[in-house]
């Protein structure tokens, strides 16, 4: 269903980015001013798949405990390239994704109930890994991009955007929308 004003979210806000396009790197670079970041490189945990959300939720747990976070991913082409000649194309995808939807499930245990994901099978991949059974949309972000509420417990605001999507502010943009 849509309905522009959503209940709003209380809780932290994190921005979990997998997507490599030009647009999700512009808006990790924009975000970087204004929150810590963490880049996730897949091949530092390669081995050990269980080590990269282990070592992601323990740097969340090292932030001041209101302080929106980003973790991403999203690396220019030639990182791309190098990860996925070492892993595998599909290798290395895979374990970011499941790395990602674990890094999720660790964020809501801790108290994030507004979120955006960036990138598809990152969304995807959140999902799953939070059991989200619905989504009610609410007010549009930026073109294509709404606010979205889970209709299954815990309560949340997501933003899930395919790569290309959005300004180069979208993640500030986006968490100034909610109340």
């Known amino acids: 269903s849509t309905d522009a004003t959503l209940p709003p979210a209380k809780g932290r806000s994190a921005v979990?980015?997998?997507?490599?396009?030009v647009a999700t790197r512009g808006q990790?670079?924009?975000?970087q001013g204004h929150w810590p970041s963490l880049n996730l490189?897949?091949?530092?945990f390669a081995d050990t798949p269980e080590?990269?959300?282990?070592?992601?939720?323990?740097?969340?747990?090292?932030?001041i405990e209101d302080v929106t976070v980003l973790i991403y991913s999203s690396a220019d082409p030639d990182a791309v390239a190098k990860a996925q000649s070492k892993l595998g194309?599909?290798?290395a995808?895979?374990?970011?994704?499941e790395t990602m939807g674990a890094i999720a499930q660790g964020l809501v245990k801790r108290g994030v109930r507004r979120l955006?994901?960036?990138?598809?099978?990152?969304?995807?991949?959140?999902?799953?890994?939070l059991g989200i059974t619905g989504l009610r949309i609410g007010a549009e972000i930026d073109p294509g991009v709404p606010w979205t509420e889970t209709v299954n417990k815990p309560h949340m605001a997501l933003a899930l955007k395919s790569g290309n999507f959005g300004a180069p502010d979208f993640f500030m943009k986006s968490l100034a929308m909610l109340p």
């Open 16 to 21: 979990l980015a997998g997507s490599c396009s």
């Open 28 to 31: 990790i670079a924009t975000a």
């Open 41 to 44: 490189d897949p091949l530092s």
């Open 51 to 63: 080590r990269g959300a282990a070592d992601a939720l323990a740097w969340v747990d090292s932030q």
């Open 89 to 91: 194309r599909d290798k």
């Open 93 to 97: 995808g895979d374990l970011v994704e």
């Open 116 to 129: 955006i994901v960036a990138g598809g099978d990152t969304s995807g991949a959140v999902v799953q890994a």
